[in-house]
C-alpha cells in the first residue's frame, strides 16, 4: 500500500497535475484499494474538515498583512533601514538583502512574500550596481526562506494545527535557527563579494543617519514587537495577532507612510485571496489523504521502515527524517509536503521521545530549504521571476547558499537546546 501509495502521489505530480488535485486523486486511489469504491461523501467531509479550523484563520490574515506591507511602503522602509546598517560593508547591497528578510520574516511568515518584497526593491538596485545577477537572485531567494521560520510562520500555524502542538512555542522555537541561517547566508555571501571584488556601496553611515533611517522605519520595525510580544505574553492568540497586523499595517500604510491608498484595496485583497485560497485548498486535499493514509496503515509501515533503519537511536531516526524531507522538498512544495508527512512522521518522532517543538521546527526549516531546490522550489520561481533570469542560470550559485542551510539544519537536529531554550522559557 505504501508503493502504491507513493507512485499514485508522485505520479500525479509529474503529470504536472496540480498538487491539490493530486492529492484528491491519490485518496480516490487509496479508498479503491481498499473498498473498491469511492465514497464521495467521505472525500467531502474530510476536505471540509481540513479548513474549518480556526488557527488556520491566521493564514488569510498575515498573507493580507503582507501585501498591504508590499503596498504600504512598510518593506521599502525595512531596507532602508538595513542599508543604514550595514550598506557600507564590501558587497553590502547582499547583507541588506540578508537583514531585511530577517527583518521582514518578523511580520509576514510567507517566504513568498518576504522574497517579492526585498526582491523586488532590492533585486534592480543590484543589477544597476554591477553584482552578479544569478548570485544575488540566489542570495535574496535564499533569505527569502527564512520568512518561514522567524516568527510568525504559517508553515508553524499549519504543523500546530495538524499536530496539536503549541503554535507560540513553535514560533518561539524558530527564532534561533532562523538567525543562523541568516548569518550563514551572510559568511557565504562574504567570500563571494570578496572573490568579485564588489565595493561598498555606500559610505559609513553616521550615528545620526543610522537613527534619522531607525525614526523613519519605527512604525514598520514596531511591527514585529506588537505581534510577538502579544502573543507571548497571551493578550491575544496567533490568530488574532494576524488580525492586528493586518489594521496596524493597513494603518500605518494608510495614514502614517501615506503610500497607500482606498483604490490599491482591491488588488491587494484580490491577491492576497488567490494566495489564500491555493494554500486552504491543499489543507482539505492533504486532510482528505491523510484520512485515506491512515486507514491504509501507512504510517505504521513508515515508522517499521524507519525503526529498521535507526534501530533505537533517536537522532539516527532524525538522520533518515531529514534525507527523506530534504529528497520530498525536492520535488514537493512546503505546504502539502508539511501536512501529508506531519501526522505521519510527528507520531513516530514521539515514539523515540522527542519534543514536539523541536520536532516541528526541525521539520519546517527541512522543508523550507525545498523552496529553493529545483525544480519545484516555489521562491526559486519567484526569484526568476523577479530577475528575468532562467532556473538553470540560477541552480548553480545557489548550491553553497543550500549547502549552508543544510549544514544549520543538521546542526539544530544535533543541538535541539538551539531550538528548545527560548520555548522553555515560557510556561
Not at 564590501?90 to 540578508?98: D, F, H, P, Q, R
Not at 486532510?287 to 515508522?303: C, D, E, K, V
Not at 501526522?343 to 523541536?358: C, E, H, N, Q
Amino acid at each position: 500500500m505504501l508503493g502504491a501509495f507513493l507512485a499514485s502521489l508522485f505520479g500525479f505530480i509529474f503529470l504536472n497535475t496540480p498538487i491539490a488535485f493530486s492529492l484528491l486523486l491519490t485518496a480516490v486511489v487509496l479508498m479503491l484499494m481498499q473498498t473498491g469504491e469511492v465514497s464521495t461523501p467521505v472525500i467531502t467531509q474530510s476536505l471540509l474538515r481540513g479548513i474549518d479550523n480556526f488557527p488556520l484563520m491566521a493564514i488569510p490574515f498575515f498573507m493580507l498583512a503582507g501585501e498591504i506591507m508590499n503596498v504600504g511602503g512598510i518593506s521599502k522602509r525595512i531596507v532602508l533601514f538595513a542599508k543604514a546598517l550595514v550598506g557600507h560593508v564590501t558587497g553590502g547591497l547582499g547583507y541588506v538583502g540578508v537583514v531585511a528578510s530577517m527583518i521582514f520574516a518578523g511580520v509576514s511568515g510567507s517566504a513568498v512574500a518576504d522574497t517579492s518584497a526585498i526582491g523586488s526593491i532590492l533585486l534592480p538596485i543590484m543589477d544597476k550596481e554591477g553584482y552578479d545577477k544569478p548570485t544575488s537572485t540566489a542570495l535574496i531567494s535564499a533569505a527569502g526562506c527564512i520568512g518561514p521560520i522567524i516568527p510568525p510562520s504559517i508553515p508553524m500555524i499549519l504543523f500546530g494545527v495538524i499536530g496539536g502542538v503549541s503554535i507560540v512555542k513553535l514560533f518561539l522555537g524558530g527564532i534561533i535557527p532562523g538567525i543562523l541561517i541568516g548569518f550563514g547566508l551572510m559568511i557565504i555571501w562574504y567570500f563571494h563579494a570578496k572573490k568579485r571584488n564588489y565595493r561598498a556601496d555606500t559610505i559609513k553611515s553616521s550615528l545620526a543617519e543610522v537613527s534619522g533611517a531607525a525614526r523613519e522605519a519605527f512604525w514598520a520595525l514596531l511591527l514585529p514587537i506588537i505581534i510577538l510580544g502579544g502573543i507571548i505574553t497571551g493578550i491575544y492568540t496567533p490568530t488574532e495577532a494576524a488580525v492586528v497586523a493586518v489594521v496596524y499595517a493597513f494603518v500605518v500604510g494608510m495614514f502614517i507612510y501615506k503610500e497607500m491608498s482606498l483604490k490599491d484595496l482591491p488588488e491587494v485583497l484580490i491577491q492576497s485571496a488567490k494566495s489564500t485560497s491555493i494554500v486552504l485548498f491543499v489543507c482539505g486535499a492533504a486532510t482528505a489523504a491523510g484520512y485515506l493514509i491512515t486507514t491504509a496503515q501507512i504510517p505504521t509501515m513508515l515508522s517499521a521502515l524507519i525503526s529498521r533503519l535507526a534501530g533505537d537511536s533517536p537522532m539516527m531516526a532524525m538522520f533518515w527524517i531529514n534525507i527523506l524531507l530534504l529528497l520530498v522538498g525536492c520535488v514537493m512544495d512546503l505546504t502539502p509536503a508539511l501536512l501529508i508527512l506531519g501526522p505521519i512522521l510527528l507520531p513516530i518522532a514521539v515514539g523515540y521521545g522527542l519534543d514536539p517543538v523541536y520536532f516541528g521546527v526541525v521539520m519546517c526549516v527541512n522543508l523550507c530549504i525545498g523552496l529553493i531546490t529545483p525544480p519545484v522550489g516555489t521562491v526559486l520561481y519567484v526569484g526568476c521571476g523577479l530577475s528575468k533570469i532562467s532556473m538553470g542560470q540560477i541552480t548553480k550559485p545557489l548550491l553553497p547558499f543550500i549547502a549552508v542551510m543544510v549544514v544549520v539544519l543538521f546542526i539544530i537536529t544535533y543541538v535541539p537546546g538551539l531550538i528548545t531554550f527560548i520555548p522553555n522559557l515560557v510556561r
